[in-house]
């Protein structure tokens, strides 16, 4: 190699100067982890770990969770450790310590992930033993997933860098490569170059004989082989390599939540949100579900229809909104704009409208409470507890109007039991009209009340049993169909009336002998085309016996009949 003929003090700046292009690939690589040294130091294109801080710094965005990485050389030397730190809606943030050769390099960088699954990112490195110290490395990477498996199909990347004032072409690291999934999910093939004093091609091959493990195979320009096996746990992942520049062990450290958990807890907020529409805050949750899995179809496609969902239920409560304020309804507009705010709270237009509308719906509120309050002063509870639930129903935040309607529970209840004792009084002196008025104050407050119910089916047996009396009465005097009349009025109130049945039957009885004459009285009224008087006739007679055959077939011809002269009449007019 051409910095052993220089003095240490001037191999150590050439080494900064061109690391890592003239030290060997594969001893560089033990840098990026036992992974990608068992690889051959192949993995321009698919790396994401944090140690692709060195390798490729656009693969630190497939990173969707905090990780901390450290890889040694020949088992004790430590060859460098990175964090990464995951920011939803921003990118990976990464920052490492590398040793290189004599030198030391520190490097901070950022990527990100753009177009759907692509990934760029940057990185900045200081070698303190450089002249100038500060160096920078661009990468790209590109993922084409196959179509029946995310982390399958074909990988693409590039990288350039050592980038520094003056760096001539030939000292900066470009390195590009490209890898496919023949057997999805089961065997990746990937192969890369270098380009350096003498071009590098680098392949590897990595097989998942299971999901907990992994074995890797490469080489550098068919020179050297290497080989791997990667095993992942709970919280960390274990790799070994070995190959000529000697064995390398990596542990890539898992840091908090895992990206896998986070996706399930904001996909099922968004789930939660969206079945509640509230469709913008579950297209939030949804996207912030894809930050951390950007191939989670599901999340994707309900955020798609929270979009859709979104847009039309603003513009259709927008409409009803707008068309109840013209016609007056303030109270449903509002509700209507509210609805559009929950499912969007930063929709401008509804929450100028719900604006304008709040303020006059709680002028009406303010109307109500003060109406309610004069009510109270003139003891009209009732009618006040009625104003102060519909202004609550308006305004159910309004804090100031369930104070009043515990004061008025309390006032109803003693209201209760004076109208129950006034409603006793009036009973008990049959005045059944002041009674009937008491208990009905009562049950307009108390709807179950059991002695105001109780009052109210009294009175209304004791005026039926009146209206049988007045039947008797009627009877006696042999005033038949008025007795009649009143008994079937009784029976259609309550048809279980024992005294109004037997009485009803009795008098049907006594009308008996008349049936028939009433009967020919209307016949004859219909031979003269006389048909409202034969229907007054025959009325008598089907309310002796209802179901008169011969009576009801006439009947039913001069109710036609008389229809057809009035409509004539009215034709004519």
Known sequence: MRFRILSHDAQRTAAALLLPILIPLSAFSQITGSRDYALGGSSVMWYPRASALYRNPAELGRIHQSEFFLTTN???????????????????????????????QYSVGYSGIFLGQHGVGTAVNINPDANPSVSLAFGVSVHLPDSTSQNSGFHGGLTVANLKPGARPEQLGLSA???????????????????????????????????????????????KIFAGVSVPFQYVQAEFAAGKEGVSLSFNFRIGEPAVEQRARHYDLGVKAYNEQRYSEARRSLLTALQYDEAFFPARSLADQATVSLEEHSAKNLEEGKNLESKGNDVEAEKRYAQILRMDPHHAEAQTLWTAVRSRTQAYVKQLIATGDSLMDKKNYERAQLLYEQALEIDPDNETISPRLEDLAVLLKYSAQASLTRAKSFLERNQLDDA?????????????????????????????????????????????FEALSIFSEVLQRDEKHLDAKTLYEKTREALQPELDKYFKTGLQFYVKEHYKAAIESWDKALLIQPQHQATLEYYKRAQEK???IEKLEKENR
């Not at 009340?449 to 042999?478: H, P, Q, S, Y």
């Open 436 to 480: 009937q008025r008491e208990f009905e104050r009562v049950l307009a407050s108390e709807p179950r009340n059991a002695r105001a119910r109780t009052g109210i089916e009294t009175i209304r047996v004791r005026r039926l049993d009146e209206i049988v009396e007045r039947g008797k009465t009627a009877f006696n005097e042999r005033n038949y």
């Open 74 to 104: 020949r088992w004790s030397n430590l060859s460098s450790m990175t964090g990464t730190h995951f920011e939803p809606y921003v990118g990976t943030f990464a920052a490492g310590i590398a040793r290189l050769s004599s030198t030391t």
């Open 562 to 564: 008389q229809k057809a």
């Open 177 to 223: 490569g490209a890898a496919y999934w023949p057997i999805r999910n089961r065997l990746r093939i990937q192969a890369s170059f270098l380009q350096g004093d003498e071009p590098l091609g680098l392949l590897g091959a990595e097989v998942f004989p299971f999901s907990w493990f992994s074995l890797q195979l490469g080489t550098e320009s068919f020179k």
